[in-house]
Nanobody, 113 residues
Framework: QVQLVESGGGLVQPGGSLRLSCLVS????????MSWYRQAPGKERELVAT????????YYSDSVKGRFTIFRDNGKNTVYLQMNSLKSEDTAVYYC??????WGQGTQVTVSS
């Protein structure tokens, strides 16, 4: 049974950092494309970052490029999203997704002073 469990969200001040984790069970994390999405109140869910199953090819949305990093630890079967230089507009529920359509429950990130 596939299961994705996110953690690491919380309240952080603008300019701060957070690391989100997505613990995967049911498959090994380097066999599927893995992504982070986010959804802010009143907005559609948007793709933030993706890491390919083969190699370490990555994609980032323009809004987070240069500030966020997606990576995985195969030994821990976990995908991470390192978020630096956080802005108020990064406030959202962040979701982990595995190809083709497996989702976690989400973790809240709030950036506020």
């Amino acid at each position: 049974q596939v299961q994705l469990v996110e953690s690491g969200g919380g309240l952080v001040q603008p300019g701060g950092s957070l690391r989100l984790s997505c613990l995967v069970s049911g498959f090994t994390v380097n066999t599927k494309h893995m992504s982070w999405y986010r959804q802010a109140p009143g907005k559609e869910r948007e793709l933030v970052a993706t890491i390919a199953s083969i190699g370490k090819s990555t994609y980032y949305s323009d809004s987070v490029k240069g500030r966020f990093t997606i990576f995985r630890d195969n030994g821990k079967n976990t995908v991470y999203l390192q978020m630096n230089s956080l802005k108020s507009e990064d406030t959202a529920v962040y979701y982990c997704k595995a190809w083709p359509d497996y989702w976690g429950q989400g973790t809240q990130v709030t950036v506020s002073s």
